[in-house]
């Protein structure tokens, strides 16, 4: 078979894919797809079913898009479709089209972001007390961007937290917001593990020059993941003086790291120091509130639309509750509950979704965690008794700080209401739980130890 043997690209594609996606992943939305045409810039996959399409569109476009670059095929564009349906004409009919139109040339600057990373923009991004920082420098670089001189500087901005917390959705809404504004700058994004892999090429023909001048040459520079730059000694070094460049004819960046500056490891004194030089704005994991709005904003998606899709609050309510981790776990448990329900021809209902949840995580989707076990980890957790965090009426800290933290953990764990988590705590008025929540978390984002101590027990517990 030839190189442009849709077959043999796919193969490609589908080992790497392999290689990064869990293996029921792989099995369940890659393992079906089969390559049904390609015509020079664009590789048609047939998926099994609409779902699967949408669920690899939404859920995998970050692992596509590495593979995509990891096998020297990122400018390739894939377009999915289903057996059956009008998406396969579709695709012929666009497939047609594609042969006239002429591949646009880097000069001509190109969509800089990865395809499938539509849904990344600022308006979609849901701020939560654990991104306000973050989403305030957003939209503060792109609304100032090119103006003499602001009160604050914020290049580089770093921004870090967990897996799966939306670092890179900012990210690129910030660069789509810039290139909104102004079509003529040029943007690059860029994952660590990909320049490492580039780079390794332009040693091996021993001319890195025109790789550096590239990037170099960039307004903006969008780079992720850079935790992953441990032990990469050259990679370090190309990436500063890329850094030292664009710092020096002020454009800009923006940096996403699962840590802050300081606690990355095997990097180069000098490159964290850049690191270090504007803003550094972290996310945390969404409280539950902002998790239910989270879900309501995904379901205003037009895929959602199309399938007619009606979500009671209480499934809000449990999906919220079950995916804590991180936005990718919460808007892929709704996914598949939307579609689990749409496989079995049901309404969407607690039911579905727990089946959902268990076919998601291998775990029985149990009922809401005892009050009394959250009072009883928390209390050890402390080292108090359990009487005095529930029955003890102090404004010691002592007291004060493990029971406001349990009405926290009680909100996050049950579907408990305010009234109700106050009565457990000797008739406290829902109020005062209101503000015991609103201060733990006020303190989890000034204390990083009450927040590992908070996030412990989230874990433990649930």
């Not at 646009?104 to 701020?127: A, I, K, S």
């Not at 990436?239 to 606690?263: A, H, M, N, R, V």
């Not at 804590?324 to 598949?336: A, I, N, P, Y």
């Not at 303190?443 to 027990?457: A, E, F, I, N, Y």
Request: charged share 25%; proline share 4%; glycine share 6%.
């Amino acid at each position: 078979m030839s190189l442009n043997d849709p077959e043999t690209i796919w193969e490609t594609l589908r080992q790497g894919l392999a290689q990064k996606l869990p293996e029921r992943t792989y099995q369940d939305w890659v393992e079906p797809c089969r390559a049904i045409k390609f015509d020079g810039s664009s590789l048609w996959l047939q998926t099994s079913s609409h779902s699967a399409k949408i669920w690899i569109e939404q859920q995998l476009a970050e692992e596509f898009h590495d593979v995509l670059v990891q096998s020297d095929l990122a400018h390739l564009k894939l377009v999915f479709s289903v057996q059956g349906d009008a998406g396969v004409k579709a695709a012929k009919a666009v497939a047609g089209k594609a042969k006239v139109v002429a591949p646009q040339p880097v000069e001509e600057l190109p969509d800089p972001f990865p395809q499938g990373f539509q849904r990344y923009t600022l308006d979609r991004f849901v701020v939560g007390p654990g991104s306000q920082l973050a989403m305030a420098a957003a939209n503060a670089i792109v609304d100032n961007y090119g103006r003499a001189s602001t009160s604050l500087n914020m290049n580089p901005l770093f921004i870090y937290g967990g897996s799966g917390l939306g670092k890179t959705h900012l990210m690129i809404g910030i660069g789509k917001g810039l290139r909104a504004r102004s079509p003529e700058l040029r943007v690059a994004y860029l994952k660590v593990d990909n320049f490492f892999n580039e780079l390794t090429v332009a040693i091996k023909a021993k001319n890195t020059e025109p790789m550096r001048k590239k990037y170099q040459q960039n307004d903006v520079l969008l780079l992720d993941d850079v935790q992953t730059l441990a032990k990469m000694e050259r990679t370090q070094e190309e990436i500063f003086y890329i850094f030292e460049s664009l710092l020096q004819y002020g454009k800009q960046i923006i940096i996403t790291s699962d840590k802050p500056p300081q606690k990355l490891e095997g990097l180069h004194d000098r490159l964290i120091t850049r690191f270090k030089w504007g803003l550094t704005a972290d996310i945390q994991p969404p409280d539950f509130e902002t998790r239910v709005a989270i879900l309501r904003k995904k379901l205003e998606e037009d895929v959602f639309k199309d399938l007619g899709a009606k979500v009671p609050d209480d499934v809000l309510t449990f999906i919220a509750h079950k995916a804590k981790g991180s936005v990718r776990d919460l808007e892929g448990l709704l996914t598949r509950v939307v579609f689990q329900s749409s496989f079995l021809g049901l309404p969407v209902s607690i039911e579905v979704a727990a089946q959902a949840f268990q076919g998601q995580t291998g775990i029985e989707a149990t009922s809401n965690v005892s009050l009394e076990r959250i009072c009883r980890m928390t209390a050890e957790t402390f080292n108090i008794s359990f009487s005095d965090l529930v029955k003890k009426k102090t404004r010691t800290q002592s007291i004060l700080i493990p029971r406001q933290v349990a009405m926290y953990l009680a909100r996050e764990l049950t579907t408990s209401s305010l009234a109700e988590i106050g009565r457990s705590f000797n008739d406290l008025h829902h109020s005062t739980v209101m503000n015991a929540i609103e201060s733990v978390k006020t303190r989890m984002q000034k204390d990083p130890d009450l927040h590992k101590t908070v996030h412990s027990l989230l874990n433990s517990i649930s």
